[in-house]
């Protein structure tokens, strides 16, 4: 794929391996209840570091998470190294508030990637522009201290530009001093946000200019997505699934999901999608030429919960049978039945059925074009009818739907 403006790197593996893990985690695991409760309950640091007095996941196997990655069938990784809490997980020469300093007493992002790139998935960085930390960083309208009219007095002389230079420096200790990063996921611009007492901030608050172009000095290879304010990288529709038409609009994006609503592991939550649905939305994604970035957000004793591993599992499950029919494969021209998508990869075309229906389903527009059909999990073959001028081919399908989360017919296109 050509690279558009604004890109200067690689985004061909992107593309093929379609399917990433996205994992958030930091104290924000201890309260157990949304990586924004710092700033949902109004919570001040004195407050807050009880989570880093006890933070100590004294169970972190980070092989294991890169193994239930790789099982699940994803390609590539995104951890944050930094969330808007402001609290490092490596141990950075640039602050005390790291994973060092707590009870656990030791990096923990570069025993994750390096477990990470010996399953063979690729790994990037989810790095937050937000810090609700830092002493420098100035409170605006979502910081945790907004309503406190006497702390915003007293802290009114902080340094926008003493807290960029500090975002500047941790990122290039991480694209420095942890080899290879192949993706910069940058957590996100508000300048359009206006409190009367305060803005957003976008692009020159962060300096993201620079900020880009010195991790493309770094690491010339790597892929951004679109929240530097900058008006390109990767698109990144968040917790929902774009309409085919903006789809089309973007270059290439990448929804980032959740599995239950939460982000950082939120304990008492019971919005859990069933694996159908996860399987679902990566297929839409590939059908409408876009990648799926699926949450998980480990536990303060440093696991995946019991739920996320369920699902990773289940949708593992359905890639081991149907990988090709999302690996390597984007959108078709051509447009799928109701309650179908089509995915496309040279001369394969795999019509995924969401809603099973009886015996037949009719294909426009692909009279004529189709050699051979097979259900894809066994390959077992489905035979199927044309009427010769109308361009429709009929399928013949079993009435018992296939137990699989999503049946998927391959159609081998004549050449
Ligand atoms: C939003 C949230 C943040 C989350 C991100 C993931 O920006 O603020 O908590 O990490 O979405 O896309």
Redesign the pocket.
Known sequence: MSEPEGFNADLDWLIRDRFGL?I?WGLYALPAR???VKNRERIPDEQYDRYFRHFNPDLFRPEEWAAAARRAGMRYMVI?SK??EGFALWDSQLTDYKATNTPYGRDLLRPMLDAFRAEGLRVGL?H?L?DWHHPEYPIDGLHPMRDNVEFREREKGRDMAKYAAYLHGQVRELLTHYGRIDYM?F??SYPGSDWGWSKGKGRADWRSEELEAMCRELQPHIVFND?LDLGRGVR?P??YQPRRTSAAEYHFWEA?QTMNGS??YDRDNLDWKPVGLLVRMLIDSVSKGGNL?L?VGPTGRGEFDPRSLERLEGVGRWLHHHGRAIYGCGAAEETPPDDCRYTRSGDRLYLHVFAWPFRNLHLEGLGGRVEYAQLLHDASEVRYRERPGDGTLTLELPVQQPDVAVPVVELFLRR
Do not use: K, V
């Open positions: 996205f958030h949304h990586e924004w944050t969330h808007h989810y937050s937000i996921w957590d996100f929240r990144t968040e917790q980032c982000w950082g970035l949450n």
